[in-house]
């Protein structure tokens, strides 16, 4: 190509400042495929969506769970989703912005949720991942704990268990830790 | 030294390639000393990384008679290079990777000029990109390429057949290691498959369950994770870990040997905590030498023509024994960062509401329900119900005007493709080119993501 490269070279050096375009931003292929995720979302009433940077920034979004079943009735829940450039070659980050007492979240809003991280495939969307969060609040499990405390209580005594979900959603202390009020 | 016109230089070997006909050559391979000139002259290359193998592949192109080249990175020197990033010394630790590596190889190579870029290949504008008559990468990570390739395969232009138009394609050589393992391809945007063609090549990185590292760690990585990814939130509630920040590896990696000796865990190490946290498999100084050496070689091959290109991807495993197979891998022509896309031809009046319905009679399309969006803006989006509402308003615009008045440009399309029984969600890559608008020269980019 060596040919091709002299002429351009030399056009180049003509040239010289010649072209005025405007800088221009790239769209990585994560952004286009999420692009496509996000137009395509498929949400229960109980999920909500927005956008803290306007339209044109899907890839930072948050997401309001409301759960209309289970210990967490009435509860409101925020998370996080962070989605990297290579998406869906890699998983969305997502963290439990409301602190809460939940086997599968831990205090500081990491989620054990296996399609987040051991189980992600680039098949997988963001609608599975939103059903996924929604699943956890109408079956916390105590098999995988982040929250070793809350995990054993719903083991143990489910109805203590319940009466601690109640008690941190109506914003007070469980055991050490203090609750902001998510009703 | 007698003096005729193709006098050898101090390349013997380069000279074999480059002054001597053969039946293996590439297309329009024209021997003599104008090639071995010319390459010295105009062709300028630019080297992404100056890592492990970007410290080979300088060298290799150095004394492969390149005499243009750049490098750019983004890294300071840290003693743990020294092993395999052989033009750095110790008293380099500090500085920046790209300074250092193109003194170094200037001061061993008469002749050859490095320009040093010090900075993120994000920082740079895409024009700087479009100088070079070939990128070579030697990156170690997926994001980095993924930017590189979407950058060069921006240049690319079709013409209305939808071939490649050659003056447009930016040759990449990619190169990659890990451990005993490499590989070296070239990537012709618009002939070979691009870096997203076939990203599904690179294995996902292994994440751990976290429910894992907070109850049951087993292994030394166990105890490494859990200290990056939950005890650094505990104990540094909104700051954000920083894998290039010394400091907050050294805290890791403390607090890592804490988690391990509660469990009887052996085998955390200072190294081993970079490698999970970055997810960095040790380097090994041979591979990094072959994988460059076959790079560097390719890079000739494209440029002079002296010989056909690999064609189109080399994996090399030294693990056991020495295993090397060349794989063609096939473009994926619904790629959309190097594919043509669908051409569609508009009349600068026609607004998005009309542009959208078009998209549902197009032949080739079929496409319903569509969503726009365009160099990063979201013109209209079908849904959620928030995006609509915000983007509602652009549906009366002319998509002319909505596109800055850009003569012809890429734009992106997702929605319901298909009638009947085959109806399908996709998203598809169009250059919508407007009739009519002064400035559509052959220089105009329509090409890229
Ligand atoms: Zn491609």
């Known amino acids: 190509m060596i040919k091709l490269f002299k002429v351009k070279e030399k056009q180049r050096e003509q040239a010289e400042n010649a072209n005025g375009k405007p800088p221009v931003k790239k769209q990585s292929a994560g952004e286009l495929r999420l692009h496509k995720d996000i137009s395509e979302l498929n949400l229960p009433k109980t999920c909500n969506i927005s956008f803290p940077n306007g339209k044109d920034d899907l890839m930072n979004f948050e997401v309001t769970i409301r759960p209309d079943e289970g210990y967490y009735l009435g509860g409101m829940f925020l998370f996080s989703f962070q989605i990297s450039p290579i998406y869906p070659h890699e998983a969305p980050k997502v963290k439990c912005k409301t602190k809460i007492y939940h086997p599968n979240i831990d205090l500081e809003g990491n989620v054990c949720l296996n399609i987040l991280r051991e189980d992600w495939k680039p098949v997988l969307n963001i609608n599975t991942i939103i059903y996924g969060l929604y699943h956890l609040f109408t079956e916390p499990n105590h098999e995988d704990p982040l929250n070793h405390d809350a995990a054993a209580v719903l083991r143990d005594n489910p109805k203590l268990f319940e009466s601690n979900v109640r008690r941190a959603m109506a914003g007070g202390y469980v055991g050490q830790t203090f609750f902001t009020r998510c009703i | ?449």
Not at chain 2, 7 to 19: G, T
Not at chain 2, 266 to 286: M, R
Not at chain 2, 364 to 386: E, I
């Open chain 2, 1 to 449: 030294m007698a003096d005729t016109t193709a006098q050898p230089s101090r390349s013997r070997d380069l000279d074999k390639l480059l002054l001597r006909p053969g039946h293996l050559v590439g297309p329009n391979f024209e021997p003599g000393p104008e090639l071995r000139d010319d390459l010295k002259e105009y062709a300028k290359v630019l080297v992404v990384g100056a890592g492990g193998l970007g410290c080979e592949l300088l060298k290799d192109l150095a004394l492969s008679g390149f005499r243009n080249l750049e490098v750019i990175d983004m890294d300071r020197i840290e003693v743990s290079n020294l092993n395999r990033q052989f033009l750095f010394r110790f008293e380099d630790v500090g500085k920046p990777k790209a300074e250092v590596a193109a003194k170094r190889v200037m001061d061993r190579i008469s002749g050859v000029n490095i320009v040093p870029h010090f900075c993120r290949i994000e920082d740079k504008e895409l024009e700087f990109y479009n100088d070079f008559s070939i990128i070579v990468l030697g990156l170690d990570s997926i994001e980095a390429r993924s930017y590189i390739n979407a950058v060069a395969c921006s240049f690319l232009e079709y013409d209305s057949d939808d071939n490649p138009r050659e003056e447009t394609i930016k040759p990449m050589v990619d190169g990659g290691t890990e451990g005993f393992k490499g590989h070296a391809r070239i990537i012709m945007p618009g002939v070979t498959p691009c870096f997203e063609c076939t990203i599904w090549l690179f294995p996902p990185q292994v994440k751990f369950p976290l429910c894992t590292l907070a109850e049951t760690p087993r292994t030394a990585a166990h105890c490494i994770e859990y200290a990056h990814l939950i005890k650094w939130d505990e104990a540094h509630s909104g700051k954000s870990f920083d894998p290039d920040n010394p400091e907050h590896m050294q805290w890791v990696y403390s607090e890592a040997v804490k988690r391990a000796e509660l469990f009887g865990i052996l085998g955390v190490t200072y190294s081993l905590t970079q490698g999970v946290v970055k997810n960095i498999i040790p380097a090994i100084a041979s591979t990094n030498a072959i994988i460059s050496a076959a790079c560097a070689l390719e890079t000739l091959k494209i440029v002079s023509a002296c010989s056909k290109t690999l064609s189109n991807y080399l994996t090399y495993n030294g693990v056991e024994g020495l295993h090397t197979k060349v794989t063609e891998f096939v473009k994926d022509k619904d790629c959309l960062v190097c594919g043509p896309g669908i051409l569609i031809e508009l009349d600068t009046s026609v607004t998005l509401k009309k542009f959208i319905d078009l998209l549902e009679d197009h032949p080739k399309l079929l496409l319903s329900r569509a969503s726009v969006t365009h160099r990063g803006k979201n013109l209209y989006m079908q849904g959620p119900p928030v995006l609509e509402e915000m983007t509602r308003s652009n549906l009366d615009m002319p998509l002319c005007d909505l596109m800055d008045k850009i003569p012809k440009d890429i734009v992106h399309v997702t929605g319901i493709a298909g009638k009947g029984d085959k109806k399908q969600s996709c998203l598809r890559k169009l250059r919508v080119v407007f009739k009519g608008i002064d400035g559509v020269t052959d220089m105009d980019t329509a090409g890229g993501a």
